[in-house]
């Protein structure tokens, strides 16, 4: 059912709400249900795209999409097993042969092209985001923003591709170093970004030379279809970018045969560490490279001589960012002890101030809701941890009344670092706040996790602002600012967080190999003029000297 069919539903507050395996018949609020139907886009595509085409699954099969903040149903889309992605990668690995050889200013031309539609389409592609994630609408368009500035960068970083002449230790030899596009990129994309996780990858890899077979999440399938209705009309050629959509149930298969086809030659993955681990050891079998950028632990440190008004400001920007689901949201909130009560009380107001709980479509809204159900339990079970080990709750703490996947936004103090709030990543809005005694101490704390993508303090000694900056092991530090991601710079993990980078002049080298071509037999001709004696002649020549030295000399 698409979204021209939900719109005549709009006028029912009943509603059903449905998970995997319940089905109950609720009532939402006028409001909720009147923002879920507000949207209908010729963006949305219930199909799936191979080939150009809009394609069914091969079983007829297909799952349910729901609204996060309603429970809504929102579409069905194919529910794809192992024989479509097969059907997908032996396309894409098909036109691999004649995309490569489209000259990089082609393909910086037609992604242009889809650069200046998904801006020119910027506000339904929001919205999609809006309704699939649930993040409110402002935090659904710079999203989208920022995706589209991926295509941008990347349809310019097609031209810049260079490779070396080096400088050859034996003279009848030329040594070059060519760059050319890796093959076929599997790639696997998260829900927490459904729009700018899949540009950052496919504007790059296209922008290589390289074709796609890109599995979206399953909480979020139409972001991607809406990307390849815009793709097609800008002139993607058929076979270049394709999605294959599936439930959670085929997920993993599907990603294994990613992972293990011979006829692809790249896994891009972004979602959390454990599954990034499960899609490492398929590629092992094929020895595939890898570009993995998974989840995070990130410790956001306060220092005695940080502004706090500044380190609140920074702690909201970034915390509460798509409801605290998001890679590089502050896990731990480390704060040196002369300035803790002033922290734990000026962000404990701003948290009651600020967040606002609803729909994403409602504009008064800055806290959408969680994914679904397994994310607020898991919310819910770390929250109870902390407070069965003594933390103290300030604000919040509990599911919100609004809906069944709104948890209220938390700030917890007291925290140690026994509690699992501070060891798992939360993903969720909640705040854990610890107190430290010296910088060696918050040092150790930040470093002690397996995980390396973020980490922020705020400080105004300059010297403790160095010491600090080269002794955090993260892919991404921010000193003074916690929002930072832009396409411009590196964005990676060290550690468990990942492998690779994204975005940057690094983006585009994930997607292309090194290849070192060295000519050999270089002879000097018998024929050949000495050049010793033409410049001999030169040099003796009085008239073609006359030509060489400045007349005023
Ligand atoms: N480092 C980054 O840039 C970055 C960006 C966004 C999200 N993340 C991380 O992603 C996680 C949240 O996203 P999520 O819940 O969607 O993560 P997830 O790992 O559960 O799922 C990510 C994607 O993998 C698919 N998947 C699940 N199991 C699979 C399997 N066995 N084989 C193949 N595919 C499988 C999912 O359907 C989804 O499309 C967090 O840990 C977050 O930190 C990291
Ligand atoms: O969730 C991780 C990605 C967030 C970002 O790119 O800023």
């Not at 999409?65 to 579409?75: D, E, F, K, M, R």
């Not at 890796?182 to 927490?192: H, K, L, Q, R, S």
């Not at 972001?223 to 959509?245: D, F, K, R, Y």
Request: hydrophobic share 35%; aromatic share 8%.
């Amino acid at each position: 059912m698409g979204l021209h069919r939900i719109s005549q539903l709009s006028c029912f507050c009943r509603s059903v709400y449905r998970t995997r395996d319940v089905l109950k018949i609720g009532f939402m609020s006028e409001k909720m249900a009147a923002s879920n139907v507000r949207f209908s886009s010729s963006l949305m595509r219930n199909n799936a795209y191979i080939n150009g085409k809009w394609v069914d699954s091969k079983s007829g099969n297909t799952f349910e999409v729901y609204n996060p903040s309603t429970q809504q149903l929102i579409g069905n889309v194919p529910d794809m097993t192992e024989t479509d992605v097969q059907s997908a990668i032996e396309t894409a690995y098909k036109t691999f042969y004649t995309w490569r050889d489209v000259t990089a200013k082609e393909r910086s031309r037609i992604l242009r092209n889809w650069y200046n539609l998904c801006v020119k389409h910027k506000d339904d592609l929001a919205k999609i985001v809006t309704i699939e994630n649930g993040k409110p609408l402002s935090d659904a368009g710079n999203e989208v923003n920022y995706g589209n500035d991926f295509i941008a960068w990347y349809s310019e970083e097609a031209r810049r591709i260079y490779g070396d002449i080096v400088s050859s230790p034996d003279p009848s030899k030329r040594i070059l170093l060519m760059k050319q596009p890796i093959g076929v990129a599997g790639m696997i994309t998260p829900w927490n970004f459904p729009n700018a996780m899949i540009t950052r990858k496919a504007a790059a890899a296209i922008a290589a030379g390289c074709t796609v077979v890109l599995r979206p999440s399953e909480d979020t399938p139409f972001s991607a279809l809406a990307l390849c209705q815009l793709a097609e009309e800008a002139g993607i050629p058929p076979g270049v970018l394709n999605v294959v959509t599936s439930s959670r149930d085929h997920a993993g298969p599907i990603g294994k045969v990613l992972c293990e086809s011979p006829l692809v030659s790249i896994i891009s993955f972004t979602g959390s560490t454990a599954v990034g681990k499960i899609l490492q050891n398929h590629c092992a079998s094929s020895m595939k490279k890898t570009s993995m950028e998974l989840g995070g632990n990130a410790p956001l440190i306060i220092f005695d001589s940080a502004n706090v008004d500044a380190a609140i400001k920074g702690t909201m920007g970034a915390k509460f960012r798509c409801g605290g689901q998001t890679c590089v949201c502050p896990n731990r909130l480390l704060v040196q002890s002369g300035v803790y009560d002033e922290y734990v009380e000026k962000l404990t107001e701003r948290v009651k101030e600020e967040m606002v709980i609803g729909d994403g479509l409602d504009k008064e809204t800055t806290l959408g809701p969680l994914i679904n159900t397994r994310a607020v339990d898991k919310v819910k079970s770390l929250v109870e941890d902390a407070k069965s080990k003594g933390a103290t709750i300030t604000t919040g703490g509990e599911p919100s009344d609004q809906g069944r996947h709104f948890y209220q936004a938390t700030v917890i103090s007291d925290v140690t670092n026994d509690m699992r709030c501070v060891q798992e990543e939360i993903f969720g809005p909640v705040a854990p706040i610890m107190k430290f005694e010296t910088e060696e101490e918050a040092i150790a704390l930040a470093n002690t996790t397996t995980s390396g993508l973020a980490g922020y303090f705020y400080s105004e000694n300059i010297s403790q602002v160095w010491r600090m900056a080269e002794q955090l092991e993260y892919g991404i530090v921010g000193v003074n600012e916690t929002l930072m991601s832009t396409v411009e710079a590196a964005f990676g993990g060290w550690k468990e967080s990942g492998l690779g980078r994204e975005g940057s002049k690094y983006g585009i080298e994930e997607y292309l190999e090194i290849k070192y071509v060295c000519m050999g037999g270089l002879k000097k001709s018998e024929g050949a003029a000495k050049p010793g004696a033409v410049i001999d002649k030169v040099l003796h020549d009085d008239d073609a000297l006359k030509n060489y030295i400045p007349l005023d000399n």
